[in-house]
């Protein structure tokens, strides 16, 4: 009778940790799953910023041949993010095109019959909205990073995404130096 107590009490606790274990690890399924998913919406807005970049610059182009270094850089910036891979390396080319966009808007300051042209007008209120998406959906990236990765190194669940694989997760960082507002001087 005390043997079928004691091997009752064993296989319960060990029926409470497997059970643990694989709540704990579905857990940690939907949380990857939700950074997946954030990060899918990041490059979506990030693709529709590399979609309208082209257009803004066609639009403005003409108008400003003299500002070739300028096209230059969105360019290269726009090819950078099209070879991206990793988070790195996409926050990089992105903040590339932001500094780059930065410097455009500075040089269409100059030209104020450009900024009066409907074509120029609708694609500047366009890319706007976009750069505010994608503000939006790199916070709500990060907060699903964060969450993650405050899930996976938690004990004892720590103990499960060492056995099961799970790594953490890049945070969408800014590029050493983003704080400081892109200087264009055309008179040098």
Do not use: H
């Not at 910023?49 to 910036?77: C, H, T």
């Not at 042209?117 to 503000?135: A, C, D, H, P």
């Not at 997760?169 to 704080?179: I, T």
């Amino acid at each position: 009778m005390k043997k079928n107590k004691t091997l009752l009490i064993i296989i319960g606790v060990v029926a409470l940790f497997a059970v643990y274990g694989f709540t704990t690890y579905n857990g940690m399924i939907s949380k990857e799953a939700d950074v997946d998913a954030q990060w899918a919406n990041v490059e979506s807005k990030l693709q529709r910023r590399y979609d309208l970049v082209p257009n803004l610059v066609n639009s403005v182009e003409g108008s400003m041949k003299q500002e070739k270094e300028v096209f230059g850089d969105i360019s290269e910036a726009r090819s950078k993010m099209a070879g991206a891979s990793t988070v790195k390396e996409t926050a990089a080319a992105s903040n590339e095109m932001e500094t780059a966009l930065s410097r455009l808007l500075v040089v269409m300051e100059n030209y104020p019959d450009l900024k009066s042209n409907e074509n120029v007008k609708t694609l500047m209120t366009q890319l706007e909205g976009t750069e505010n998406r994608i503000s939006v959906e790199r916070d709500r990236y990060n907060k699903a990073v964060k969450s993650y990765n405050v899930s996976i190194r938690k004990f004892p669940k720590s103990l499960i995404a060492n056995m099961t694989g799970f790594e953490q997760k890049d945070y969408f960082e800014a590029q050493e130096g983003a704080e400081k507002a892109p200087e264009v001087n055309f008179n040098k």
